[in-house]
């Protein structure tokens, strides 16, 4: 990644950057080689990426699903977290299965996968999406949120289902 003034650029989507500062550094000029409506897609995919996995883990009962949004850190080693836990290693597992399988019908496949094992904290690592899923007592001891409190969280919370689901189900 590469981070210029308070603008973030991501180098896979750009092959040139260009910025150029005038006067106060109020004003600057980007040059970059691909359309800005690849680059919209792109961020628009990453977010529904992130709804995806949030429904997948609240599809298999899991709770207090938080997304966290470490693009502002410079340290962070990816761009997002998604953070929830279960209350049984057989719930852990269900939800892990069910968040690899939604995120491989949208063509992606975790890059490592660690915890399968155990089934105490599972972690699903996609490059710029990492996804932790604990067990209820795991996750109040390491308090993933408190160690990136400084980064933009988001709760998801179950969607209430359409009318029309409800009322074709009857």
């Known amino acids: 990644k590469l981070v210029l003034g308070r603008i973030r650029f991501f180098q896979p989507l750009y ?4 910025c150029h500062w005038f006067g106060n550094c109020r004003y600057f000029v980007i040059f970059v080689s691909y359309p800005y409506a690849k680059i919209a897609k792109f961020i628009n995919m990453i977010t529904h990426d992130l709804r995806v996995m949030a429904d997948a883990m609240l599809d298999k009962k899991a709770q207090n699903v938080v997304g966290i949004d470490l693009r502002t850190i410079g340290t962070a080693i990816t761009d997002h977290f998604m953070i929830c836990n279960g209350d049984s290693t057989t719930n852990v597992n269900a939800i892990a299965d069910n968040v690899i399988d939604k995120m491989r019908e949208l063509g992606r496949k975790p890059i490592r ?31 993933l949120e408190d160690l990136w ?21 009857q």
């Open 15 to 18: 092959r040139q950057v260009f």
């Open 149 to 169: 409190a400084d980064a933009p969280q988001k709760e998801y919370k179950d969607r209430p289902k359409s009318k029309k689901t409800t009322q074709d189900a």
């Open 113 to 143: 996968t660690q915890g399968m094992e155990n089934n105490f904290w599972i972690i699903l690592d996609y490059g710029d999406i990492v996804a932790h899923i604990f067990l209820t007592e795991y996750r109040q001891f390491y308090r």
